[in-house]
Each structure stands twice: as structure tokens, then as C-alpha cells.
């Protein structure tokens, strides 16, 4: 892999951590609202598969998990943070939360709430591409937790009977909010579950950016030149809670700190620090540049920008004026 | 004009839609090979293919979402859900995504999808083939419901369904589709909102919709037999209600009743009512009430499955019993 792309994806992976740190300490002085929920320890897996997409062509579309993937996409971090601090220069002008980002010009498809709702929202985005003989392909990022949905064995069963060029990538982080992946589900290797429905699937270190590179390299290519699904299966976790209101009785301190050893940013840090790329301070400089960043520029944005407009409030529910409810353009027979 | 039967008018819709537009798909269990089980799309699988007359798995919660990510991009899918009963297990999809994606990301997407999928009693079909479940669908912010009770209606409401921007859930009714009416020759948009007096009359106002408007037009010619003469209002739209439609006939009449097939709680008439209040209860003369199902799942036997239904004779009774004559 080229140095150039290493330092990229380790600049993004840095970036995506303090942002979300940022947002845990916004939270707690209640700056944001509702349900958070962080991403700290996952970082490979978004920015890894993307680095071997397109972002802001291919249309993504993930669970509530959503901050990273929508800054991975090229939605501004300033109106992800305006979003969660529900003002009107969000990316859902502050309709949405941290929960529902949305940015339709980048193709970030939203974030959604209800596990497993995504599977088949993704399958239709790539039925549309399909229709449309477009080039670009549906990535839908999900839990493993989503897997014990219906959705996951209907979507995966219509995916592949129609061939639609949609990339299912299932970012195992062992739990399904507060219930261990071993208490839960059948089969612990989730790659194994896409097999009845005959997709080719594969696994990854969710931890290693370049093993999900690679592997994401390959079932985005399969993808995109097959227009037939494919499913990849990272095995990662999360350092925080499932969300803020997580209490954590269900994992030990212990099994928490084993995995914070295998930190995704730490762990290219010192492979690229080895390889001669990058340098301690090269990088203690880049944490600097991006607190700054966070701090003089995206929450001071976030801060001062209006809250949506009251007159807003029903605004969307229906399509404005649109002529077919009335009976059509001449007003109805 | 052409006598058209309703399964028909429908499939002229889709047809014309279909020819028109490329990105109008349907999908839905035996919507193509099979022909469709009322028919409604009869012949659009040998015009259009099977990349646009879509035969589904017996998956109502998943490709309900398919349709809806797919218009999310520009499609304009039809789905068909082939009982109303199944439509349980489409409503996350639909409520959560469907009736919420434009509002939740500030208007930036909209999810131009369309679901039809009849319910009723039909010839004991039982408790989990006869649901009557408008109430659940009209009281969801961003889907909008439409109920057609003749041919025309259900060929012009498909078609400003297909084209409007918002979802739309049309509630049809197993018995009706083979109902025969009158349909424009001409190309039609039945309207999404609002009300239409299919019979006025001065003395009291019956609201129905869908087959209890046809209930609420035999009730008024045998009350006409005594001098009295119901108005009777078709609610073709559920969501939103016509609130300005109610109002205006309940000035005029002074007396409501809503004559509906489901049981009545948290129903169309409680809703009917809770308007009635609130915009013209001082020019009431007489309490609203209802005509509504007996409350509970249908049961199978022919005799009791009789008695749970309203007729139009009950309603001849309620009208009698509101005017003090009963």
C-alpha cells in the first residue's frame, strides 16, 4: 500500500477519534441531546472499506453508529456537529440528530435507528442503480447484532435472487447493545451467514486498516464488476458503551483494556512509525492541528449557528404543493 | 365515459403509468407471472418484464423497504401487498422509513413509493384474512391514505399516487374488485385530499369510505322512501382528513353519522367525531355517532360473520334513533 494513502487513512482514523471524544464531553455537558452513540475502536472499518470505495459516488447507508461514516463520505464535520446540537446548519437541519445524518449530495443515505432497518433500504438503492445502469454500487454498514433481524435473511435472499450490486459490510463488535454475541447468535462467524443465500463473503481484522482494506479492495471490486452482492464481515470492537447510557455490567474492565491494546490508529501508528512514514512528532502535530480544528472552528460553528426556524417545524412531513394531490397540474376533472 | 370494472381501472392506471415512465415498477407476491391475485396486473408482466413487474418472495418486511430505497434514488415503485393483514409486517418499513425519511433528513430525500393492498370481509375469510386496518395507517405523520370506493376513484388515485412525491398507502377492499363503474375516457387525477358529496341532502350527514359509502347511498334512497334526506359524504382521503368538508356539511345538515366496517375504537368516526367537536359542535343538533363492527377478530361461521358487519338497514336505524324517530 502506498505511504501516501497509509497517512491519509491514519490522519482520518485520528480525526474521526477526536471528533467522537469531542462529541462524549459535548454530551455530558448536554450540548447534545437524545441517544449517542460513539465509535471509538471501530475506526478501521469504516475508513478501510471506504478507502477502497468511492466516497461521496457510492451511495452508503448505516445503523445510528453514524458520525464516522457520514465524515468519512465527505459530509463537513462542522454540520455533522451542528446536527447533533440540533441547529439548523446540520446535515439534516437539525431534523435528524446523531442518530439520522443525512447528506443526499455526498450519497450518505442516513444513519437509521431501528437494527437491521438498513438491509433492505440498501437493497433498494442498488435496485435503483441497477434500473438507472449506473456505475456506482449501495454499501450498507451494520452491526452484528442486525443480523438476528428478519430483515437480514429476507434483504440478503431478494439481494441475490435479483443480483443487485449492494456491498453488506457487518462490523462484528461482539455485542448487540448490552448482550454478548455468545448469548445471542447461532453462529459466531457472521461471514458464515451469507452462504444460504449463496453471496460470496469473507472476513477481516476490523482492527487492521490494511487487512480491511484489502479485503474491502476485493468486495468492492466483486461489486462493482459483477453488479452481484457481496458480504464482509470485520471483527472489531468498541471501546465506549453502546451508547452514553451504557452502564457496562455486561463486559469486564479486563476484556476492555485487551482490546484497547489493539487500537486501530495505534496499531498503524507503530507499523508506519517502524517503516520510517511518519514520525511521533509528525503525528503529536497532526493531533494538535485537528484539536484546534475541533475546537476553533467545528464547535464554535455548531455553537453559534441558528436553531432550525419554528416556522420549519411541519415543513417536511409532506412534498410542498405538490400539483398530484390537488387532482393534478390542471386541478383535477 | 366507460363502464370499467374496479380491478380493471386499476390496471389501466398502471399501464398507462408504466408506458409512460420507465422508472414506475411493481412488485408484490403474484403480481407477474400469476397475473395478480385481483387481477390488477393482469398483462404487465408480458408488456413490461420481470425487471419492472417484480414477483416477490413472501416477504413483506423486507421488500416493503426495498421499494423504499429504491424511490429514494427515483424509482417510483407500487407495492402490493396481497392482504391488508399482511401489511403488519411491512409497517416498520413503512412508518419508520417510508413515512420518515424526508422529514428526518430536513427534506433532502423523498420516498415517492406506493402501497396498495386491500382489507375487509370478504365471504369468511376469517380473522387474519378480514382485517380492516385504516385506523392504524391514518394516524401516521408523512403517509398518506386514500381509500377509493368506486372505479374511478381507484384509477385516478393510483395515478396521482404513482406521480406524487409522498408515500401513499391505498386502502382498497377484497369485495369491491369486481364493483363495476363509470372511468374517464381521458387520462385522470382523482385528488389525494379532501371529501366528495355523493348524494346531498339536508336533514343529517352520513360519512362513509371505501364499501360503507355504497352502505351509506342505500340507507339514503330508502330514508328519501320517508321524507328524509341524508347527505352522504365519501371520505376518500383518510390522512389527511378533509377537515373543511366535514365541516361544511355538518353546518349545513346539523346532524353526523360515520358509518365504518372496522370496530370503532381509536377508528375513522373517532376521528370523524374528535373534528365534528372541534370545528362545528354548536351547530350540532343532535350527538354524532357511529355505525361500526362489533369488536372482535371476524369469526369464520357465515351467521356470525354477518353479525359483526354493519348493513345499510343499520344505518337506516341510527339515522331514525339520531332524528328521535327511531
Known amino acids: 500500500m502506498k505511504t501516501e494513502l497509509r497517512l491519509k487513512m491514519l490522519r482520518d482514523m485520528l480525526f474521526a477519534r477526536r471528533f467522537e471524544e469531542q462529541c462524549y464531553q459535548d454530551y455530558q455537558v448536554r450540548k447534545i441531546g437524545g441517544f449517542l452513540h460513539l465509535y471509538p475502536g471501530q475506526e478501521a472499518c469504516a475508513h478501510g472499506v471506504m478507502a477502497a470505495a468511492r466516497p461521496g459516488q457510492d451511495y452508503v447507508i448505516t445503523g445510528y453508529r453514524d458520525h464516522v461514516h457520514a465524515l468519512v463520505c465527505g459530509v463537513p464535520a462542522k454540520e455533522v456537529m451542528a446536527e447533533l446540537y440540533g441547529k439548523a446548519t446540520g446535515s439534516s437541519g437539525g431534523f435528524g440528530g446523531s442518530m439520522h445524518i443525512f447528506d443526499a449530495a455526498r450519497h450518505f443515505m442516513g444513519g437509521y435507528a431501528l437494527v437491521g432497518g438498513p438491509f433492505p433500504l440498501a437493497a433498494g438503492l442498488a435496485m435503483a442503480l441497477k434500473m438507472q445502469g449506473k456505475e456506482e454500487i449501495a454499501i450498507c454498514f451494520l452491526g452484528d447484532a442486525a443480523n438476528n433481524q428478519g430483515t437480514f435473511h429476507e434483504t440478503l435472499n431478494m439481494a441475490s435472487v435479483w443480483k443487485l450490486p449492494v456491498l453488506f459490510v457487518c462490523e462484528n463488535n461482539l455485542y448487540g447493545i448490552g448482550t454478548s454475541i455468545q448469548r445471542s447468535t447461532a453462529e459466531l462467524d457472521q461471514w458464515k451467514r451469507a452462504a444460504p443465500y449463496n453471496i460470496p463473503a469473507a472476513w477481516a481484522n476490523g482492527q487492521d486498516i490494511e487487512a480491511v482494506h484489502d479485503a474491502a479492495t476485493v468486495a468492492v471490486n466483486h461489486v462493482r464488476e459483477t453488479r452481484t452482492p457481496y458480504f464482509l464481515e470485520l471483527k472489531t470492537y468498541r471501546f465506549r458503551g453502546h451508547s452514553m447510557s451504557d452502564g457496562g455490567a455486561y463486559r469486564t474492565r479486563d476484556e476492555v483494556d485487551e482490546w484497547r491494546k489493539k487500537d486501530p490508529i495505534e496499531l498503524l501508528l507503530a507499523r508506519m512509525i517502524e517503516a520510517g512514514e511518519v514520525t511521533q512528532e509528525q503525528y503529536e502535530a497532526w493531533d494538535e492541528e485537528i484539536m484546534s480544528e475541533i475546537e476553533d472552528e467545528i464547535v464554535p460553528f455548531a455553537e453559534e449557528s441558528p436553531e432550525p426556524d419554528p416556522a420549519d417545524l411541519t415543513r417536511y412531513v409532506f412534498v410542498e404543493n405538490d400539483p398530484y394531490v390537488h387532482g393534478g397540474p390542471k386541478g383535477g376533472a | ?326
Open chain 2, 1 to 326: 365515459m366507460a363502464q370499467m370494472q374496479f380491478w380493471d381501472a386499476l390496471r389501466r392506471a398502471y399501464d398507462e403509468e408504466m408506458a409512460r415512465d420507465p422508472m414506475v415498477i411493481t412488485m408484490g407476491e403474484d403480481v407477474g407471472v400469476a397475473g395478480g391475485t385481483y387481477k390488477a396486473t393482469f398483462g404487465l408482466y408480458d408488456t413490461y418484464g420481470e425487471e419492472r413487474v417484480i414477483d416477490t418472495p413472501i416477504s413483506e418486511g423486507s421488500f416493503m423497504g426495498i421499494a423504499t430505497g429504491a424511490s429514494m434514488l427515483g424509482v417510483r415503485p407500487v407495492v402490493e401487498i396481497m392482504s391488508v393483514n399482511f401489511a403488519w409486517l411491512a409497517m416498520d418499513q413503512l412508518f419508520n422509513s417510508a413515512a420518515k425519511i424526508r422529514y428526518m433528513s430536513g427534506g433532502q430525500l423523498k420516498c415517492p413509493v406506493v402501497v396498495r393492498s386491500p382489507g375487509g370481509t370478504a365471504h369468511q375469510l376469517a380473522a387474519q384474512h378480514s382485517a380492516r386496518m385504516e385506523k392504524v395507517f391514518m394516524g401516521i405523520a408523512g403517509l398518506r391514505v386514500v381509500t377509493p370506493s368506486n372505479p374511478k376513484q381507484a384509477y385516478g388515485m393510483l395515478k396521482a399516487a404513482i406521480r406524487c412525491d409522498d408515500p401513499v398507502f391505498i386502502n382498497e377492499h377484497e369485495a369491491m374488485y369486481a364493483m363495476q363503474g363509470e372511468v374517464p375516457d381521458g387520462e385522470y387525477f382523482h385528488p389525494l385530499e379532501g371529501s366528495e358529496v355523493a348524494r346531498p341532502g339536508r336533514d343529517i350527514t352520513l360519512f362513509g369510505y371505501n364499501i360503507s359509502v355504497h352502505w351509506c347511498l342505500a340507507a339514503a334512497e330508502e330514508l328519501s322512501k320517508q321524507g328524509i334526506e341524508a347527505e352522504v359524504v365519501d371520505l376518500f382521503a383518510l390522512n389527511p382528513l378533509d377537515r373543511a368538508g366535514i365541516k361544511a356539511s355538518v353546518s349545513k345538515t346539523h346532524r353526523a353519522i360515520i358509518v365504518e366496517e372496522a370496530e370503532a375504537p381509536v377508528g375513522v368516526g373517532s376521528e370523524v367525531m374528535a373534528i365534528i367537536n372541534e370545528e362545528c359542535f354548536w351547530q350540532l343538533d343532535a350527538p354524532p355517532a357511529r355505525v361500526s363492527a362489533v369488536n372482535t377478530p371476524i369469526p369464520y361461521a357465515a351467521n356470525l360473520e354477518k353479525m359483526v358487519i354493519p348493513t345499510s338497514a343499520d344505518v337506516v336505524s341510527k339515522v331514525l334513533e339520531v332524528l328521535g324517530r327511531g
